[in-house]
Nanobody, 126 residues
Framework: QVQLVESGGGLVQPGGSLRLSCAAS????????MGWFRQAPGKERTFVSS????????YYADSVKGRFLISADNAKNTVYLQMNSLKPEDTAVYYC???????????????????WGQGTRVTVSS
């Protein structure tokens, strides 16, 4: 099992930026991909972005392409999500999660992730 701790959420004005962090510990050697998902109030959890630890493959939801950037620090077992040009519709609880998969067809679906963090809330509002 992998333990995940997210941080970096908060309140930001539209157009602003935030950087989320996800620190992993435990059986991280079994993890191929780290993903970010979000869940807005009253809505289903959706894929945001992912990165593979070794190959560095990255994927983004269309709604965040060009605004969000995912990166990983393997030495620290930490994944980051730099969020720029934030919009009110980005408001959600953001979760990081681990997956043993690499292929895009799998890592964009939450059902293919094993361990989840507790989430960090992001509110974009003026």
């Amino acid at each position: 099992q992998v333990q995940l701790v997210e941080s970096g959420g908060g309140l930001v004005q539209p157009g602003g930026s935030l950087r989320l962090s996800c620190a992993a510990s435990g059986r991280t050697f079994s993890t191929q991909t780290m993903g970010w998902f979000r869940q807005a109030p009253g809505k289903e959890r959706t894929f945001v972005s992912s990165i593979s630890w070794n190959a560095g493959y990255t994927y983004y939801a269309d709604s965040v392409k060009g605004r969000f950037l995912i990166s990983a620090d393997n030495a620290k077992n930490t994944v980051y999500l730099q969020m720029n040009s934030l919009k009110p519709e980005d408001t959600a609880v953001y979760y990081c999660a681990t997956s043993e998969y690499i292929a895009e067809m799998y890592i964009t679906k939450g059902v293919n992730y094993d361990d989840w963090g507790q989430g960090t809330r992001v509110t974009v509002s003026s």
